[in-house]
């Protein structure tokens, strides 16, 4: 049942106190990925033809959804902020508004002092443009050593990112004069882990939204074991209370109380 607006907001926090309540002691996913999918629908959706609406709307509201993300004990958060993809395959003008968020909106708010994220880019920053790549490197300069660690992937590409890692652990055993047959009959998955492009570790739990039910490339590698919550609000739509409430389900799968 669609509340009227000034109902909304404030039934919403009575339910956000209670779940955080409910929640209290349950498992949470050390490691959260989020793909924020949707901001343009969200814009046509709000009455706004301008795509560049539903980016900026997107863009801002991550820093949002990372404070809700703090409070609920998450120490990691990864998030699908651009794939190769999408850098080829949309228009300029798009792919321009978009890089020039990630030069400004996205690392100015997570640069801000107190700020609790230490910033990782897992992707090729050689396919932005130099002022964007140099606004992110400065932004995970300011905030290394901070407690909770945030990657961006950016530019990134499923398959480069696995066969780059593989091409590594190769060229390092070349480098030690191993045979070809030393390389084939001690090649490990492990090898393989410690190289991929980041994050560290693996994903327990992502949440896209916008309803698409697809991981699109993802950080495949740390995706293996993740649960998948796929969630029909636009990204600049999602409320703590979504937030909350995929927090519930994961706690359940893991705690065997629900589609176990
Ligand atoms: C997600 O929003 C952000 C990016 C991929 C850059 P979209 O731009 O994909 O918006 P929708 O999914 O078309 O609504
Ligand atoms: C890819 O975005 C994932 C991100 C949000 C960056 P798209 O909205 O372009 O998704 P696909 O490529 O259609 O799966
Ligand atoms: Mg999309």
């Not at 002691?25 to 959260?32: K, N």
């Not at 404070?67 to 798009?94: E, M």
């Not at 990134?156 to 191993?178: C, I, K, N, S, T």
């Not at 045979?179 to 001690?186: A, E, G």
């Amino acid at each position: 049942m669609a509340l009227t607006p000034w109902l909304r907001v404030p039934i919403d926090r009575l339910l956000v106190a209670r779940l955080r309540r409910e929640l209290r002691g349950s498992p949470v996913p050390a490691h959260l990925g989020l793909i924020m999918d949707g901001n343009r629908r969200w814009a046509r959706s709000v009455g706004v033809d301008d795509v560049r609406f539903g980016h900026r709307a997107g863009a801002e509201h991550l820093d949002r959804v990372l404070g809700w993300c703090a409070s609920a004990g998450i120490g990691a958060v990864s998030v699908y902020v651009l794939s190769v993809d999408n850098i080829t395959k949309r228009d300029d003008a798009q792919m321009a508004f978009l890089f020039h968020l990630l030069e400004t909106v996205i690392p100015e708010r997570v640069r801000r002092p107190g700020g609790a994220w230490e910033l990782h880019i897992a992707g090729n920053l050689d396919l932005v443009p130099d002022a964007t790549a140099r606004a992110l490197k400065k932004a995970v300069a300011a905030t290394r050593g901070r407690p909770r660690r945030l990657t961006l992937a950016v530019g990134y590409d499923p398959y480069g990112d696995v066969a780059d890692a593989v091409r590594q652990v190769l060229w390092e055993a070349h480098d030690r004069g191993d045979s070809l047959d030393d390389i084939v009959q001690t090649l490990e998955p492990e090898m393989v882990d410690a190289r991929v492009a980041a994050p560290d570790d693996d994903i327990d739990l992502i949440i896209r939204t916008s309803g698409e039910r697809r991981l699109s490339g993802f950080f495949p590698w740390r995706s293996v074991r993740s649960e998948l919550i796929f969630c029909d609000i636009y990204w600049p739509g999602f409320r703590e209370l979504d937030l909350l409430r995929a927090l519930r389900t994961y706690a359940r799968r893991r705690t065997g109380t629900l589609g176990r």
